[in-house]
């Protein structure tokens, strides 16, 4: 079992910075393709950005790209999202994903996450 606990969201302006932490718990953080996914009020979960656990790949949702970071500390099992230039569209409440199985290419899929954050809420008012 894995627990994930995020830290990080908070009110920010258009165009400001907010960096998201999601700490693991477990010894086998290295293994896994760590994922940061949002909720928006009335819409559906999306993906936004994943790290995969072989490899070193990352993807970004095309809204994202370019704006937000994802990046992982294996000694302190613990995963970030740098977002950068924040827009209002980008308000959700933001979860962290683990998939335990290994994969080259990360997933953008939330069914292939097995474990879930508590979610950590962002605001950005324009």
């Known amino acids: 079992q894995v627990q994930l606990v995020e830290s990080g969201g908070g009110l920010v302006q258009a165009g400001g910075s907010l960096r998201l932490s999601c700490a693991a718990s477990?010894?086998?953080?290295?293994?896994?393709?760590m994922g940061w996914f949002r909720q928006a009020p009335g819409k559906e979960r999306e993906f936004a950005a994943a790290?995969?656990?072989?490899?070193?790949?990352?993807t970004y949702a095309e809204p994202v790209k370019g704006r937000f970071t994802i990046s992982r500390d294996n000694a302190k099992s613990t995963v970030y999202l740098q977002m950068n230039s924040l827009k209002p569209e980008d308000t959700a409440v933001y979860y962290c994903a683990a998939d335990e199985t290994p994969r080259m290419m990360p997933s953008s899929n939330p069914s292939r996450y097995e474990y879930w954050g508590q979610g950590t809420q962002v605001t950005v008012s324009s």
């Open positions: 790290y995969s656990s072989s490899g070193g790949t990352t």
């Open positions: 477990g010894r086998r953080f290295s293994l896994y393709t």
